[in-house]
């Protein structure tokens, strides 16, 4: 079965620093994607960053990139630079297979509190 | 209008009370989905959709009875409640196409929900 597990519950970061959030996966497929998604306190999920199971480079949008480690099952969410905005809870998330409409679950979160 | 939108965004409701909650895409996207995120527990999918058809029921009580008319439209009808059902409900919307691992959610701002 498939299971996303977020070890830390919450963060505090002095801005302009780096953050890692950590992210470990299982599954049974080979075929699968990792989401990584923001949740600020208005309480919408913002879509940040996504990476396959077979693509061969780190993915990157922005600030943003994901640490990918494959034969480790972790996909790290690495925020370069901190700002105030970031504030937020972060999900990681997970899709097996290729049907259309399959399930996508979600970690149990990170709170990330920037410091200014 | 753009995106995936959610009404009421928050709602009270006795034990004994009938409601539905609503939510609308206007992406043309052909699967919807129902999340719950308590305040303890990670995202939880509750029921898939997709053209129409239930293709996930992650074993929710029948307390809670989802509708698919279309695939712009997802209602998720409420009778019957318990205080523990108090929580946010989260609704999003994929494009539904194959394969399917790289296909991101697009969320609602949520409808927060209280039982008394």
């Not at chain 1, 079965?1 to 963060?11: D, E, F, L, V």
């Not at chain 1, 208005?42 to 990476?51: K, R, V």
């Not at chain 1, 790290?76 to 259309?100: H, K, T």
Request: glycine share 6%; proline share 5%; charged share 20%.
């Amino acid at each position: 079965a498939q299971k996303i597990t977020q070890t830390q519950p919450g963060m505090f970061v002095q801005e302009k620093e780096a953050v890692t959030l950590d992210c470990t996966y299982d599954t049974s497929d080979q075929s699968y994607g990792l989401f990584w998604y923001k949740q600020p306190s208005s309480g919408e999920m913002i879509f940040l960053i996504y990476q396959g199971s077979y693509d061969e480079q780190n993915a990157t949008e922005g600030r943003y990139s994901l640490n990918f480690q494959k034969a480790r099952k972790s996909a790290n969410l690495v925020i370069s630079a901190s700002q105030l905005g970031d504030s937020a809870m972060y999900f990681c998330a997970m899709r097996e297979g290729y049907s259309s409409a399959s399930k996508i679950i979600f970690g149990s979160g990170t709170r990330l509190s920037i410091r200014p | 209008e753009t995106g995936v939108t959610q009404t009421p965004r928050h709602l009270v409701m006795g034990m004994t009370n009938k409601k539905s909650l609503k939510c609308e895409q206007h992406l043309g996207h052909n699967a919807m989905y129902w999340y719950k995120q308590s305040a303890k527990k990670p995202l939880e999918l509750m029921f898939v959709y997709n053209f129409k058809e239930q293709t996930e029921n992650n074993s929710v009580p029948s307390r809670f009875s989802p509708e698919c008319p279309n695939s712009s439209h997802l209602f998720l009808h409420l009778h019957t409640l318990q205080p523990e059902d108090s929580a946010l409900y989260l609704c999003a919307s994929s494009p539904g196409t194959q394969p399917a691992t790289n296909e991101k959610l697009f969320f609602g701002s949520g409808t927060q929900l209280s039982v008394l």
